[in-house]
């Protein structure tokens, strides 16, 4: 599975971005999928993940009632909808998907990156003020 994210861009503070990973060769639609970032000089984080049966969604509380996850398993694709950005919000972010080898729950989610498998080669957002 190979993970193609996009989307990111400048935007002003309160502004939106929507990003995108679509997966391609196995399709990834019934896997745990998640979104992290990275921003310069600071450890990757954990943003919000999405169960593999798509209901169950959780997030880090920075972005609580800010980020959206959803997804488009007939698209093989997973959406970050990124509202009311803010200039702490400039990052790196990633994309990432469990491998379906490894069990989960239709509900279960991660936010250890370790449980995560494959990772998008990351989409730059930048916040300007």
């Known amino acids: 599975v190979q993970l193609q994210a996009s989307g990111g861009g400048l935007v002003q503070a309160g502004g939106s971005l929507r990003l995108s990973c679509a997966a391609s060769?196995?399709?990834?639609?019934?896997?745990?999928k998640g979104w992290f970032r990275q921003a310069p000089g600071k450890v990757r984080e954990f943003v919000g993940a999405v169960s593999r049966s798509g209901d169950i969604t959780f997030y880090a509380n920075f972005v609580k009632g800010r980020f959206t996850i959803s997804t488009d398993n007939a698209k093989n694709t997973v959406y970050l909808q990124m509202n009311s950005l803010k200039t702490e919000d400039a990052a790196v972010y990633y994309c990432t998907a469990r491998a379906r080898s490894r069990y989960s729950s239709s509900t279960q989610y991660f936010i250890d990156p370790d449980e995560y498998d494959y990772w998008g080669q990351g989409t730059q957002v930048t916040v300007s003020s």
């Open positions: 060769g196995r399709t990834f639609g019934s896997s745990p």
